[in-house]
């Protein structure tokens, strides 16, 4: 769980670095429409960091539930461990996405 612990603050940090690449889209657009090739290479710098701290911390959940989980139905509960993950992050999508219709 180190590293998920570790992972954490860079994700977040991550975040903060696309919301603001997100504000500043429109000055990397020139007036012809075209958009500036150092705009393209922060995006995807960005999106590379954030799919690296993202799998590691979902290798680091898994190898969390391979540690707990019996040998004997290591397999079954591993995958039930990771389905109430998925649902645990699913409600709040939901949920988000029910607060946008207001």
Do not use: C, E
């Not at 429109?26 to 393209?40: A, L, N, R």
């Not at 954030?50 to 539930?65: D, G, I, K, N, R």
């Not at 990771?82 to 939901?94: I, K, P, Q, Y």
């Amino acid at each position: 769980m180190n590293v998920y612990l570790k992972s954490i603050p860079y994700r977040l940090l991550i975040g903060i670095v696309i919301a603001f690449i997100v504000y500043f889209t429109p000055y990397f657009i020139d007036q012809d429409g075209k958009v500036s090739i150092f705009y393209y290479i922060i995006v995807l710098s960005s999106f590379l960091l954030h799919q690296l701290t993202m799998y590691s911390m979902f290798v680091a959940v898994m190898a969390f539930f391979a540690r707990i989980s019996d040998p004997l139905f290591g397999g079954t509960n591993m995958t039930l461990l990771n389905t109430l993950t998925n649902l645990g992050g699913a409600w709040a999508n939901t949920a988000a996405l029910w607060m946008t219709d207001f």
